[in-house]
């Protein structure tokens, strides 16, 4: 049976409609109705109807989406099946949620997923909610570097959703970037020990510092003074919150920002600004 044909029309899909009603109500089947929606983890932390229908917006296709970007090689290894996991911890999902959400990424593996149709929906759902948009586009690459490599139907599928987003396939290779001077550091080699997600932490050198920076090292102190305040600005959690974005993604951002001012400081030293 199509993902058409599975959709029930629960509360998410009377709020949504659309590819990503359908999608959704694929996943979940009976499982949630009028009074089971108190689930819902963003729930308590939105102002709006508007923000909850983005936040759930954002749900429905982050885990669909990374459930297409890991068959789009031909096979979903563990790796990306760990970084799935993951996210659901970092969005602290709970037991029935993480269910959904794993639904969510099985749906997004089958070959007649509408992965435009849902791409289109999200970004009108998600309005002017940009830091949404980059986090998403941010949580799919993890994904697809989660094994320690891109591969190019990975990477081809990449640019593919930024286009559908309207989002820089610049910014996309800044952000790759970025990702892979962590993974260099161990900064988002995630170990699980006694249930819990730890990161291995050193300081990083010069040259990874330049790509957590997004510049190279024959860029101008003022560009690099720019680029430094582009990402502090970027990250700042006060945006993030005025955006009605998870609380896991706030932590993820002060975290992000002491990354960034570390880079910078060597950065600093090294040039003597």
Not at 28 to 34: E, R
């Amino acid at each position: 049976m199509s993902w058409v044909g599975k959709f029930i029309g629960g509360t998410f899909g009377f709020l949504m409609g659309g590819p990503l009603g359908a999608v959704f109500g694929a996943a979940v089947g009976h499982q949630f109705d009028q009074g089971q929606t108190a689930n819902n983890p963003f729930r308590t932390e939105v102002n709006s109807a508007e923000q909850y229908q983005a936040q759930m917006a954002f749900f429905t296709a982050v885990f669909s989406v990374m459930g297409y970007l890991a068959k789009s090689d031909g096979r979903v290894n563990e790796a990306e099946i760990e970084f799935t996991r993951h996210v659901m911890t970092r969005l602290q999902l709970n037991e029935d949620m993480k269910k959904t959400a794993m639904r969510l990424f099985n749906e997004g593996k089958h070959a007649d997923f509408p992965l435009d149709n849902v791409l289109q929906q999200f970004r009108s759902e998600c309005q002017n909610r940009l830091h949404l948009l980059r986090f998403f586009v941010e949580l799919q690459l993890e994904l697809a570097l989660a094994d320690g490599l891109l591969h190019p139907a990975e990477e081809r599928l990449l640019l593919r959703i930024c286009e559908r987003l309207h989002f820089s396939r610049f910014e996309l290779h800044a952000l790759k970037t970025v990702l892979e001077a962590q993974l260099r550091m161990g900064g988002w080699q995630h170990q699980h020990s006694r249930g819990r997600v730890q990161s291995q932490q050193r300081e990083p050198t010069l040259e990874e510092s330049y790509a957590i920076l997004g510049v190279n090292a024959s860029a101008s102190d003022q560009d690099i003074r720019r680029a430094y305040r582009r990402l502090l600005s970027r990250h700042h959690p006060d945006k993030l919150a005025a955006e009605g974005v998870p609380e896991d993604t706030l932590q993820k951002a002060n975290e992000k920002t002491h990354e960034i001012r570390k880079a910078w400081e060597s950065v600093r030293k090294a040039r003597s600004l």
